[in-house]
T-cell receptor
């Protein structure tokens, strides 16, 4: 079963705007990761945030984690057309060593 | 040039046929994974292996089999028992449990 659920399922914005995607999960986690997938390709790791961290930055990416609400958000600032892709959160649930459970993804479309 | 490769890119299966998808990595990673992705969906774990000569079932192992005879290789066989094999198959590897996973480019399996 899916551990993570992303919201919204699809998001369309214009270049230069910010994009925010949310992920909710069900059980306690060790860490939460965000991945990106271009159409028909493999996934690329973006950022990992551990359960004892609240916020993390990487370039134009900002990830927050609220373990009390079992939720995370990914913010992409100043979006570009090249950011068009699907974005997935993946959780490493506590007690399930080496297994990641992926959400259903948010499809982001950035238009010029 | 380090990475993870999958072959073939496209694979066609006839009724009642077993087919094998290749996954090779030269990242010296201990753990390897197979996922299935259906259109517009997230990834579901088929099998994973944390060490050579050992592997565990994931969430949807029925109709699939794997082997892990070498650290670099983790082939997936889609057997005739898998009645709905049409999907995009992704292989991944990671250095240790609970770390970032690196993905191959995927194999798209179609049924004739």
């Amino acid at each position: 079963s899916q551990q993570g659920e992303e919201d919204p399922q699809a998001l369309s914005i214009q270049e230069g705007e910010n994009a925010t995607m949310n992920c909710s999960y069900k059980t306690s986690i060790n860490n939460l990761q965000w991945y990106r997938q271009n159409s028909g390709r493999g996934l690329v790791h973006l950022i990992l945030i551990r359960s004892n961290e609240r916020e993390k930055h990487s370039g134009r990416l900002r990830v927050t984690l609220d373990t009390s609400k079992k939720s995370s958000s990914l913010l992409i600032t100043a979006s570009r057309a090249a950011d068009t892709a699907s974005y997935f959160c993946a959780t490493d649930a506590a007690g399930t060593a080496s297994k990641l459970t992926f959400g259903t993804g948010t499809r982001l479309q950035v238009t010029l | 040039d380090g990475g993870i490769t999958q072959s073939p890119k496209y694979l066609f299966r006839k009724e009642g046929q077993n087919v094998t998808l290749s996954c090779e990595q030269n990242l010296n990673h201990d753990a390897m994974y197979w996922y299935r992705q259906d259109p517009g969906q997230g990834l579901r774990l088929i099998y994973y292996s944390q060490i050579v000569n050992d592997f565990q079932k994931g969430d949807i192992a029925e109709g699939y089999s794997v082997s892990r005879e070498k650290k670099e290789s983790f082939p997936l066989t889609v057997t005739s028992a898998q009645k709905n094999p049409t999907a995009f198959y992704l292989c991944a590897s990671s250095g240790t449990a609970q770390e970032t996973q690196y993905f191959g480019p995927g194999t798209r399996l179609l049924v004739l």
